[in-house]
């Protein structure tokens, strides 16, 4: 009987530790060249799918972010946020989340290799181009930057406040299945 109690209550202690592995983001993280065209169209172009595909987990994946580790908040043009995300790099990575549900959201998203995982015999999770920094608008989904690895907060931060507010030029736009990209010159 005692055993059983303290299993319980070893479990009920050690459970939010195990729900909540807030793992931060690599400090050697980059954006990635988008002008140039044999890293910036096979990634735009992934994102695009994937942004499509995500679209219909999108809802449920934010109500999962939005309860994930805080990792800091920010001003942005259209009002104060709070970056939130934990260690799982499934899907949303980082989730931008507006004060006020009128603004915009920002979502750090993986961007797989669809194109290799679809490869007949192919097998286990699709490899990743990188990591994408997109905000929702309505219908409207644009990302902004794309890294190589998931960065540190201070430059999520930093990098969701100044898309957020349009400080920095768009790569990509997706809007009711329709994508237009948006390749930066060199």
Known sequence: MFRVLFLIAGLAIASPALAAQCVEGLADAKPLDIADPEIGAPILIMQGLWTGMLIKSYEADLKTARGACERGAFEAKPGSYDLRGE???DKLARVAVPKSKKDPVGYLST???????????????APVLGYALVTVDGDVHTTWRVYDKVPVDAVLLTDFAQALSGQIPPLMRW??????????KR
């Not at 961007?111 to 999770?125: E, Q």
């Open 87 to 89: 260690g799982n790099l």
């Open 111 to 125: 961007t797989p290799d669809l194109m290799t995982a679809m490869k007949p015999g192919f097998t286990g999770p």
């Open 175 to 184: 809007k009711g299945g329709k994508v237009e990209i948006i390749v930066p």
